[in-house]
């Protein structure tokens, strides 16, 4: 079995940062989002991927061969972002007719058994209980708790069921022929393909779908999300201050990359510093700080800082994207 992972969008409600990292790069705990997806497949024994890249594809390449070089890896480059349906639909040459095929977004983690997932008896698509179904696809079963309909972000929605971009597809070689289907016939939601439109036309032709509901789902694509993963997986990890800096006092959870130089500070909780980072005279919480950053003489809560940024003065709540140096006076 085949694992599909999408990668090629351009983050844009994560930026300044996605304007040089890629939003699957972003580190959560000290780990990039992409590699708790990768580790958490890698552990139920997939070791066969398939990555769609696009934006800032180099930089995803590059992590994927240095970290994970014991697994196969084929990239299939999309040139222009026409939705995740035409995405899927170019990884056709990777995929024979009766495989089955195991599709995860490259911006979400998920609390879910992948093993019991991939023994399901028929398609199944995993989906968590929103309060606002209408931001994303949405499902809705019939009295046997099969799906009936698929609708992507409706006006008014029938279900708070809403996909979380993970489907365990065991008639891909069908679903590739509605993806050609609506892209021939140019069948579009607000101007995409979308995944869930051949999906939907699968529904129709008689295929069968259920549904499996994910304990947890980190949609890691706004800031404030992102901040509260964080928090989480700080949480989970149990950590314990055993860190050593001058004049300093630790509060757990925290992670603190390699060779950072911390003086004269109050870190913590949920803080994750990246590595070679150097913070003095300092007050910082809930926060993310990236590689090769300066910290000077600041309070600092509830913030997402990028690598390379060097901040001097006073408190503030920042949003700072990577190669930043602000001086606040």
């Known amino acids: 079995m085949k694992v599909i992972i999408p990668v090629a969008g351009a983050g844009t409600k994560l930026r300044p940062f996605t304007y040089t990292q890629p939003k699957p790069l972003i580190p959560v705990a000290g780990k990039p989002i992409l590699s708790y997806i990768l580790d958490q497949l890698i552990a139920?024994?997939?070791?066969?991927?398939?990555?769609?890249?696009?934006?800032l594809a180099d930089k995803i390449i590059e992590f994927l061969d240095e970290n994970y070089s014991n697994?196969?890896?084929n990239y299939i480059f999309q040139k222009e972002r026409q939705g995740l349906g035409h995405a899927i639909y170019s990884c056709k040459q990777y995929i024979e007719n009766d495989e089955e095929v195991l599709i995860q977004l490259g911006d979400s983690i998920l609390d879910i058994d992948f093993k019991v997932l991939t023994h399901c008896k028929y398609n199944t698509l995993a989906v968590r209980k929103v309060n606002d179904p209408r931001l994303f696809g949405v499902v809705e079963l019939n009295e046997s708790g099969f799906i009936k309909n698929l609708v992507e972000k409706p006006m008014i929605p029938k279900s708070n069921l809403a996909l979380v971009g993970l489907y365990f597809i065991k008639e891909f070689k069908q679903l590739i022929n509605a993806l050609e289907y609506n892209i021939q016939n140019d069948v579009k939601t607000k101007g995409e393909f979308h995944l869930t439109d051949g999906l939907k036309r699968l529904l129709d032709l008689g295929y069968h779908f259920e549904v499996m509901e994910v304990k947890n789902w980190f949609d890691c694509g706004k800031k404030n999300v992102l901040l509260e993963t964080n928090a989480i997986m700080l949480d989970r990890m149990n950590l314990e201050s055993d860190y050593k800096f001058q004049n300093s006092v630790i509060i757990p959870p925290v992670n603190i990359g390699a060779n950072c130089t911390i003086k004269n500070c109050i870190i913590g909780p949920h803080v994750s510093v990246g590595d070679h980072v150097e913070i003095d005279n300092s007050i910082i919480k809930e926060a993310i700080i990236g590689n090769y950053s300066l910290l000077d003489n600041?309070?600092?809560?509830?913030?997402?800082?990028?690598?390379?940024?060097i901040i001097k003065g006073k408190s503030q709540t920042y949003n700072i994207g990577d190669n930043?140096?602000?001086?606040?006076?």
Do not use: R
């Not at 139920?44 to 934006?55: E, L, M, N």
């Open 71 to 73: 697994i196969h890896k």
């Open 298 to 309: 600041i309070v600092m809560q509830n913030s997402i800082i990028g690598n390379d940024v």
């Open 44 to 55: 139920s024994g997939h070791k066969d991927f398939i990555f769609v890249v696009g934006y």
């Open 324 to 329: 930043t140096e602000l001086d606040a006076v």
